[in-house]
Nanobody, 114 residues
Framework: QVQLQACGGGLVQAGGSLRRSCAASGSSLSIIVMGWYRQAPGKQRELVADIVRGDTNYANSVKGRFTISRDPAKNTVFLQMNSLKPEDTAVYYC?????????WGQGTLVTVSS
């Protein structure tokens, strides 16, 4: 199976920036998709962004502010979050997908204060 280790998160003020990273290890299967999801209080988990090889996909709410990138050699995905808003406050999860399974990393709380 794949293990996902996420770093980053924390408390920032509105307009600030955060950078998160997530490294995958422990599987002989190729990871096809890596992405970030978030779950705000009282809401369902939603896709923030993902990356499939060179193709990226973003939720409309974060377009122009967040950037997802990947280092295939290190099986690591990054999420650069700029111009953060209070509504970005959520628990953020790393996700990786192979041809067979999907895997989730630990959730990390990102809090954006007014």
């Amino acid at each position: 199976q794949v293990q996902l280790q996420a770093c980053g998160g924390g408390l920032v003020q509105a307009g600030g920036s955060l950078r998160r990273s997530c490294a995958a290890s422990g599987s002989s299967l190729s990871i096809i998709v890596m992405g970030w999801y978030r779950q705000a209080p009282g809401k369902q988990r939603e896709l923030v962004a993902d990356i499939v090889r060179g193709d990226t996909n973003y939720a409309n709410s974060v377009k122009g502010r967040f950037t997802i990138s990947r280092d295939p050699a290190k099986n690591t995905v990054f999420l650069q979050m700029n111009s953060l808003k209070p509504e970005d406050t959520a628990v953020y999860y790393c996700n990786a997908r192979t041809r067979i399974n999907a895997y989730w990393g630990q959730g990390t709380l990102v809090t954006v204060s007014s």
